[in-house]
């Protein structure tokens, strides 16, 4: 049973960085053809692709915040981290972490619960 | 990037119709690489199509995926009270990953 749960800090001010960890269980991380990514989405709006990591250290950012963020991994731990620097209001959302599909790539079939990060001073 | 635009925003259907959503493609979607995701008020994403007319392990056959090219749609046969919810599209074609901007089914 694959699960993945989001933790990290619920408020954080502007200009500060944002840590996020998603834990997982079900699938390891060292497997080819295994990927995790973050996706966020502001309160009452739609949902926005950040950035994945594959099984071999790979990764891919949305353009336009690749200059903000970084994505690793720590396969002991079954964990990925996500980093954002530069935290404005407006990155104010929802951010889950979610597994990619190995049947087809970019699509994910199972998703954390999510957590609420405000940004505001 | 691909913007997927979807209609309509809003969706109002009585349980047991029909719901037909659409979603458009900015550019081609190549090799029918686009997905159908359900949220329900307070939940994650759930995944419902993938590859335009798959269904993903466990979803009921009431849901189907159509289309290719730019027009993608997805059909739910007859609405049960757990499928008000908002859906969303998502392509994989291009990178980036891109999602439509949503569209709810609420009840008539």
């Known amino acids: 049973q694959i699960t993945l749960k989001e933790s990290g800090p619920t408020l954080v001010k502007p200009t500060q960085t944002l840590t996020l960890t998603c834990t997982f269980s079900g699938f390891s991380l060292t497997t080819s053809g295994v990927a995790v990514g973050w996706i966020r989405q502001p309160p009452g709006k739609a949902l926005e692709w950040l950035t994945l990591i594959y099984w071999d250290d790979d990764k891919r950012y949305s353009p336009s915040l690749e200059s903000r963020l970084t994505i690793t991994k720590d396969t002991s731990k079954n964990q990925v981290v996500l980093t954002m620097t530069n935290m404005d209001p407006v990155d104010t959302a929802t951010y889950y972490c979610?597994?990619?599909?190995?049947?087809?790539?970019?699509?994910?079939?199972?998703w954390g619960q999510g957590t609420l990060v405000t940004v505001s001073s | 990037e691909i913007v997927l635009t979807q209609s309509p925003g809003t969706l109002s259907l009585s349980p047991g119709e029909r719901a037909t959503l659409s979603c458009r493609a900015s550019?081609?979607?190549?090799?029918?690489?686009l997905a159908w995701y359900q949220q329900r008020p307070g939940q994650a994403p759930r995944l419902l199509i993938y590859d335009a007319s798959s269904r993903a392990t466990g979803i009921p056959d009431r849901f189907s995926g159509s289309g290719s090219g730019t027009d993608f749609t997805l059909t739910i046969s007859r609405l049960e009270p757990e499928d008000f919810a908002v859906y969303y599209c998502q392509q994989y074609d291009t990178s980036p990953v891109t999602f439509g901007g949503g569209t709810k089914v609420d009840i008539k």
């Open positions: 550019q081609s979607v190549s090799s029918s690489y």
């Open positions: 979610a597994h990619e599909t190995t049947v087809t790539g970019g699509v994910f079939d199972y």
